[in-house]
T-cell receptor
């Protein structure tokens, strides 16, 4: 059974903290993605990576960075967490072939206080 | 990537067939149409994909007219467990292209 695993289901952090959200996939997928989801706004793409050490900005990269040192792991970093980064964060992975489906993790609900 | 438009929400009674239409006027020749389903507190999951005419699987059917400027996801005899948000995506046919989700259609199934 294919799997995308996010390190935490719920997380509470303080304003100004550096926050790491980890995502691991076991499907040998080339592509990995980070989204955030807020009520009424749908899923918005933060960053994606199509290969190890490669990254591309999505629609809302401000305040975030990412790291992909190994193919199976894609980390989202909040350099200095702020309350407006309170959200549900979703990681996904996808193979490099044509018309491949994406697989999502269960999500991390981050609250910044 | 082609922009999509779909209704924000729909309500249905159990046992009815539900049709959710997505408009994508700027669809490109190579674009496929893909639908994802998202249950509360979970990540989206793929349900169906098509290029033209009709595609059917164990979950849903996808109808695509000849001009491909719209598509309709059909869910037969919905149950309460079909309550979810349904997203229509167009394009992204290469795995290296990011999936761009809109706001989706929130389907509420009522007993």
């Amino acid at each position: 059974d294919v799997k995308v695993t996010q390190s935490s289901r719920y997380l509470v952090k303080r304003t100004g903290e550096k926050v790491f959200l980890e995502c691991v996939q076991d499907m040998d997928h080339e592509n990995m993605f980070w989204y955030r989801q807020d009520p009424g706004l749908g899923l918005r793409l933060i960053y994606f990576s199509y290969d190890v050490k490669m990254k591309e900005k999505g629609d809302i990269p401000e305040g975030y960075s990412v790291s992909r040192e190994k193919k199976e792991r894609f980390s989202l970093i909040l350099e200095s967490a702020s309350t407006n980064q309170t959200s549900m964060y979703l990681c996904a992975s996808r193979g490099a072939g044509m018309n491949t489906e994406a697989f999502f993790g269960q999500g991390t609900r981050l609250t910044v206080v | 990537l082609a922009k999509t438009t779909q209704p924000i929400s729909m309500d249905s009674y159990e046992g009815q067939e539900v049709n959710i239409t997505c408009s994508h006027n700027n669809i490109a020749t190579n674009d496929y149409i893909t639908w994802y389903q998202q249950f509360p507190s979970q990540g989206p999951r793929f349900i169906i994909q098509g290029y033209k005419t009709k595609v059917t699987n164990e979950v849903a059917s996808l109808f695509i007219p000849a001009d491909r400027k719209s598509s309709t996801l059909s869910l037969p005899r919905v149950s309460l467990s079909d309550t979810a948000v349904y997203y229509c995506l167009v394009g992204a046919n290469s795995g290296n292209t990011p999936l761009v989700f809109g706001k989706g259609t929130r389907l509420s199934v009522i007993a």
